[in-house]
């Protein structure tokens, strides 16, 4: 039996109209914020740029480096010589912060070495300044092109700043600081895991 206001509506209809509109708007309202929640969320290849990378060492000898990607940038990774090694103490005293005391570096880089074993140095391949990419040079005095007193390390063409084997900004270029170390950790002898540091190493 139908109930009528007095201006003769159907009161029962009326509700049954507003709740089933009303119960179909919601589902179309949870639909739509389907895809866009999920949208939020990163894509499985957004995933893989952020993950760690595994890199073998094994067959990198000393004075050789190789570059790697990780998270859409290149990595240096530089087996250094025991000359190198030796000269990182030789142009401490050219350096804007040779004890890269920086804070957002990990604290493994804030030696000499910038690195958890002197011979390896794995470091972010980004100039400081502006972004570019650094070359390496590892010649020494004259040869290098970059005077008598280099001992080696990485120069950016873009705007000429300097760093040392340690990635270590000199004084007297644009670049204000040391180039970045990244998060890693040694699997074992001849294994590298970039993004990961060593405390978090399952």
Same mark, same amino acid.
């Given at each position: 039996?139908?109930?009528?206001?007095?201006?003769?509506?159907?009161?029962?209809?009326?509700?049954? #109209?507003?709740?089933?509109?009303?119960?179909?708007?919601?589902?179309?309202?949870?639909?739509?914020?389907?895809?866009?929640?999920?949208?939020?969320?990163?894509?499985?290849?957004?995933?893989?740029?952020?993950?760690?990378?595994?890199?073998?060492?094994?067959?990198?000898?000393?004075?050789?480096?190789?570059?790697?990607?990780?998270?859409?940038?290149?990595?240096?990774?530089?087996?250094?010589?025991?000359?190198? /090694?030796?000269?990182?103490?030789?142009?401490?005293?050219?350096?804007?912060?040779?004890?890269?005391?920086?804070?957002?570096?990990?604290? =493994?880089?804030?030696?000499?070495?910038?690195?958890?074993?002197?011979?390896?140095?794995?470091?972010?391949? #980004? !100039?400081?300044?502006?972004? !570019?990419?650094?070359?390496?040079?590892?010649?020494?005095?004259?040869?290098?092109?970059?005077?008598?007193?280099?001992?080696?390390?990485? =120069?950016?063409?873009?705007?000429?700043?300097?760093?040392?084997?340690?990635?270590?900004?000199?004084?007297?270029?644009?670049?204000?600081?040391?180039?970045?170390?990244?998060? =890693?950790?040694?699997?074992? /002898?001849?294994?590298?895991?970039?993004?990961?540091?060593?405390? /978090?190493?399952?």
């Amino acid at each position: 039996m139908s109930e009528t206001n007095e201006n003769g509506v159907d009161v029962k209809r009326r509700r049954f #109209i507003t709740m089933t509109s009303s119960a179909i708007g919601a589902v179309g309202v949870a639909a739509a914020a389907v895809p866009f929640v999920a949208s939020m969320s990163p894509s499985e290849r957004a995933k893989a740029a952020g993950a760690p990378v595994e890199v073998d060492i094994s067959k990198l000898e000393p004075g050789q480096m190789i570059r790697v990607e990780w998270r859409g940038v290149p990595v240096f990774i530089l087996n250094r010589t025991s000359e190198m /090694e030796s000269n990182l103490e030789k142009v401490k005293t050219q350096l804007k912060d040779p004890d890269s005391s920086t804070p957002q570096q990990p604290e =493994y880089a804030q030696n000499e070495f910038r690195s958890l074993k002197p011979e390896f140095l794995v470091m972010v391949g #980004i !100039c400081t300044h502006l972004g !570019c990419a650094p070359v390496n040079n590892f010649q020494v005095g004259a040869a290098s092109g970059l005077g008598d007193h280099w001992l080696g390390g990485f =120069y950016c063409p873009c705007h000429g700043s300097k760093f040392d084997l340690a990635g270590r900004v000199f004084n007297g270029v644009p670049a204000q600081l040391n180039m970045l170390i990244p998060p =890693y950790s040694f699997l074992d /002898e001849s294994r590298i895991l970039i993004g990961v540091n060593p405390e /978090e190493v399952a």
